[in-house]
């Protein structure tokens, strides 16, 4: 089976710290992966995405991730957030042969304080 | 361009009642999903149309949930009767080509209440 695991829940951060969310997923196939980010009353916003070729990749707003295979592991970062960051962040996976569709992590709320 | 739209963006019923759910994709785009988030728990997917038909609808709960996309367009949820469980916030995204990765994107949700 295909799942994705976020390690927290919750983070709260400084403001112009680092931070890094961390995600995990199975897979015994080939795994596409995503980051999402939703603002209070608004929808998913797609921040990256991971398909093939170079491991890290970069994204909107300042955010990265890197696609680690041998810890199946695909952690975002970002090396200073911001207030305007604070928003709950969801990891996603798919397989190619599910036409589609995503499997999400549940979500970590990520809260910059000034 | 508009984006997703969802109507709704709150409902409150109560249990044994019928709510009708709508989802606007963004325009030309075929394919159209449902997903659900319960409180507490990951967004799970419920069913994803491609065009008017369902391509995969292993994700529905059971039969008091029926979607429907016709004409290709709009797509409707349909939850009848309501169960407290049924409670969540209903995501709907969509995505422009028949490709399984292409980036989905989604509306603000509906969250259902069931009392």
């Known amino acids: 089976a295909q799942s994705v695991t976020q390690l927290d829940s919750q983070v709260p951060v400084f403001e112009e710290a680092p931070v890094e969310l961390r995600c995990n997923y199975s897979?015994?196939?080939?795994?596409?992966l995503f980051w999402y980010v939703q603002y209070p009353n608004q929808g998913l916003q797609l921040l990256l995405k991971?398909?093939?070729?170079?491991?890290l990749v970069k994204g909107i707003n300042g955010f990265e991730a890197e696609f680690n295979k041998s810890q199946t592991s695909f952690h975002l970062r970002k090396p200073s957030v911001h207030i305007s960051d604070t928003a709950e962040y969801f990891c996603?996976?798919?397989?190619?042969?599910?036409?589609?569709?995503?499997?999400f992590g549940r979500g970590t709320q990520l809260t910059v304080w000034p | 361009e508009a984006g997703v739209t969802q109507f709704p963006s709150h409902s409150v019923i109560e249990k044994g009642q019928t709510v009708t759910l709508r989802c606007d994709p963004i325009?030309?785009?075929?394919?159209l999903y449902w997903y659900r988030r319960v409180m507490g728990k990951e967004i799970k997917f419920l069913l994803h149309?491609?065009?008017?038909?369902?391509?995969?609808e292993s994700g529905m709960p059971n039969n008091r949930f029926l979607a429907e996309r016709t004409g290709g367009t709009y797509s409707t949820l349909k939850v009848q009767p309501a169960e407290l469980e049924d409670s969540g916030v209903y995501f709907c995204?969509?995505?422009?080509?028949?490709?399984?990765?292409?980036?989905?994107?989604f509306g603000p949700g509906t969250r259902l209440t069931v009392l």
């Open positions: 995204a969509s995505s422009q080509v028949q490709n399984s990765r292409n980036e989905q994107f």
């Open positions: 897979s015994s196939v080939s795994v596409y």
């Open positions: 991971y398909l093939s070729g170079s491991t």
């Open positions: 996603a996976s798919l397989r190619g042969s599910t036409l589609g569709r995503l499997y």
């Open positions: 325009s030309g785009h075929d394919n």
């Open positions: 149309f491609v065009k008017e038909s369902k391509q995969d």
